[in-house]
Nanobody
Framework: QVQLVESGGGLVQAGDSLSLSCVAS????????MAWFRRAPGKERELAAA????????YYGSFVKGRSTISRDDDKNTVYLQMNSLESGDTALYYC??????????????????WGRGTQVTVSS
């Protein structure tokens, strides 16, 4: 099975950018479709972005509105989430997740078998 470790979170100002990274170990990243979820205080975990095994297609949560880009580098066993024009509503714990199948739906958290512990993103206004 794969282990996932996120990094790159922090405290930023509204309008700033942030790049999150997720490093996989244990198995090659190319075996998995990958995703970033977030859980804001008092809210359910929701999909921010997902990327297929080949890098296309990609999917984004409706709240992203073109502000984020997910990418992967299988040679480095790393998935990235570039977030721009951050808003206070983006404050959340961001999780990296992996799945061997999207059969239960790209946007469902139940689809993803493996999870990292998360990295905190705090956006101050």
């Amino acid at each position: 099975q794969v282990q996932l470790v996120e990094s790159g979170g922090g405290l930023v100002q509204a309008g700033d950018s942030l790049s999150l990274s997720c490093v996989a170990s244990g198995r090659t990243l190319s075996s998995y479709a990958m995703a970033w979820f977030r859980r804001a205080p008092g809210k359910e975990r929701e999909l921010a972005a997902a990327i297929s095994w080949s890098g296309r297609p990609t999917y984004y949560g409706s709240f992203v509105k073109g502000r984020s880009t997910i990418s992967r580098d299988d040679d480095k066993n790393t998935v990235y989430l570039q977030m721009n024009s951050l808003e206070s509503g983006d404050t959340a714990l961001y999780y990296c997740a992996a799945t061997e199948s999207w059969a239960r739906g790209v946007f469902s958290k139940e689809t993803y078998e493996y999870w990292g512990r998360g990295t905190q993103v705090t956006v101050s206004s």
